[in-house]
């Protein structure tokens, strides 16, 4: 079946420390996946993309790693600051005959410790 | 350069009414995909539109259906309403055809029904 999960619903770190949190996902069509950050309140937002024939990619103070061998995907924080509290989504693409469609996680709390 | 926007932000209705939520798209998109998020969970898809027409739906019943306008604004219907349709309603606008799959949300509209 077509799945996203993820390992752990909530993660707790220390302000200046470095965050990962970690995706699954089943569907080996998928070709490309989304991080997204979701604050109270508030829509999803782009955090970074990754294609399928990539392995890593990087951003502003985020990463992103793809290990399609293991189906697994994780993004990693750095200099974790109190702003980067929220839930974490991974969402993966299936190319569809029609369009695109994506597939959500349950998602991953962030709390940053001061 | 505005982002998705939507409306109502919040809306209350009772079992069995109707609803319409309104959803423009990042300036320079064409393709409006909608959501429903329910407290907790990730993001569900419902549909996408793309040159004014449905170009895939997930798995929800025939109550959700929507409309795509000329200027790329989308509507999302929902007819009677059940107390489990109370979510967050998300739309997200993207570019249709290749490389443009990347997509971008709007804040939501807030549906409660009693």
């Known amino acids: 079946g077509e799945s996203v999960g993820l390992h752990l619903p909530t993660l707790s770190v220390q302000e200046g420390d470095n965050s990962i949190i970690n995706c699954a996902y089943s569907?080996?069509?998928?070709?490309?996946f989304i991080w997204y950050k979701q604050e109270s309140g508030k829509g999803p937002q782009f955090i970074i993309d990754?294609?399928?024939?990539?392995d890593k990619r990087q951003g502003q103070r985020v990463t992103v790693l793809l290990n399609k061998t293991v189906k697994h995907l994780s993004l990693q924080i750095a200099a974790t600051q109190p702003g980067d509290s929220a839930v974490y989504f991974c969402?993966?693409?299936?190319?569809?005959?029609?369009?695109?469609?994506?597939?959500f996680g349950t998602g991953t709390s962030l709390t940053v410790i001061p | 350069d505005a982002g998705v926007t939507q409306s109502p932000t919040h809306l209350i209705k009772t079992r069995g009414q109707q609803v319409t939520l309104r959803c423009s798209p990042k300036s320079g998109h064409d393709t409006v995909s909608w959501y429903q998020q329910a407290l907790g969970q990730g993001p569900q898809f419902i549909f996408q539109y793309y040159e004014e027409e449905e170009r895939q739906r997930g798995n929800f019943p025939d109550r959700f259906s929507g409309h795509q306008f000329p200027n790329y604004s989308s509507e999302l219907n929902v007819n009677a309403l059940l107390l489990g349709d109370s979510a967050l309603y998300l739309c997200?606008?993207?570019?249709?055809?290749?490389?443009?799959?990347?997509?971008?949300f709007g804040p939501g509209t807030r549906l409660l029904v009693l």
């Open positions: 969402a993966e693409k299936k190319p569809k005959a029609t369009g695109n469609q994506f597939y």
């Open positions: 990754i294609r399928s024939n990539m």
């Open positions: 569907n080996s069509a998928s070709d490309y």
């Open positions: 997200a606008s993207s570019l249709g055809g290749t490389g443009g799959e990347t997509q971008y």
